[in-house]
């Protein structure tokens, strides 16, 4: 019988000796911290205020016990995205007992670069370029999840005003653009390249129009807008008025000459893109709802 006893005493003593051997402390740490990190970024995760610490990592799939983490021996530890995903955990001693903390999984999200859909007046040239013609439009939308901090470039350069997820192009240039996703607002992803735009050579330039070099003269009045507007072109030929929103959806489309009213006080504020057609020409204009 007291061979038995010494050994169960044996026994407690090394367990209560081991990290994490089942609640032998009368404390409980916990981490605590952002689990889930951006590209890029890096979360501090911290425990309870102990007499000493030393942090544990698992890689996310493994089976293999937990290591300690070389010079992870503070209150708080620094796990940057690269890293994940990986397990944490962390082993506080007080008062001369030490006691495990559960695992976490810390992850990081992953996005795909921006990608960006171009559709409008444009044939596509054997090395993927986009031709228009004189007087031709191209919307550039970027694709979810980006939803913040659009901004639009021309070689390079930022397009000044240009900083909602479509961009309206009339000129040849070399687009792109750079956004965030709403999960991780500070991280800003890059389409990675640039989309050329050029002219195309008559006779093989195709559009809509009979006369594509021939700008239609067009008033917009008032423009900001908040009631109607007053749309006045020198072409008794009829025209065909289309007015799109930032997502290129139409939203007012009719025909006309010479003059015509447009309604606009149903309409969400923001920037629109008014194109005139006729056979004579055509004009883009850029409208402002308030």
């Not at 006369?211 to 030929?237: G, M, Y």
Request: aromatic share 8%; hydrophobic share 40%; charged share 15%.
């Amino acid at each position: 019988m007291k061979t038995i006893l010494r050994a169960a005493l044996v026994c407690a003593a090394l367990l209560c000796l081991m990290p994490g051997a089942g609640a032998q402390c009368n404390f409980d740490p916990t981490v605590t911290g952002n689990f889930l990190l951006c590209p890029e970024s890096s979360s501090t995760l911290s425990t309870q205020q102990y007499d000493s610490y030393q942090w544990y990592s698992r890689p996310f799939g493994s089976n293999n016990p937990a290591q300690p983490v070389a010079g992870a021996t503070g209150q708080t530890m620094e796990v940057n995205a690269y890293e994940t995903p990986v397990y944490i955990s962390v082993a506080a001693t007080l008062g001369g007992c030490t006691e495990q903390s559960p695992e976490v999984l810390v992850d990081g999200l992953a996005f795909l670069p921006v990608t960006v859909s171009s559709f409008g007046d444009f044939a596509v040239g054997s090395n993927g370029e986009l031709i228009i013609c004189s007087g031709d439009t191209v919307w550039m939308e970027a694709l979810l999840p980006y939803t913040l901090n659009f901004q639009w470039y021309d070689n390079g350069n930022p397009i000044n005003g240009a900083n909602n997820d479509t961009l309206v192009v009339t000129m040849p240039g070399n687009y792109s653009v750079s956004a965030s996703p709403e999960d991780c607002p500070d991280w800003t992803s890059f389409l990675g390249l640039e989309i050329p735009v050029i002219w195309g050579n008559s006779p093989g330039c195709v559009t809509s129009v009979k006369n594509p070099q021939r700008q239609l003269e067009a008033n917009i009045l008032p423009n900001p807008a908040s009631d109607k507007i007053l749309v006045t072109v020198a072409d008794f030929a009829p025209v065909t008025l289309r007015l799109f929103d930032s997502q290129g959806k139409i939203v007012r489309q009719r025909a006309f000459a010479e003059q015509t009213v447009l309604h606009v006080a149903d309409l969400p504020a923001g920037t629109y893109v008014l194109q005139l057609d006729s056979e004579n020409g055509r004009a883009v204009r850029k409208v402002v709802v308030e």
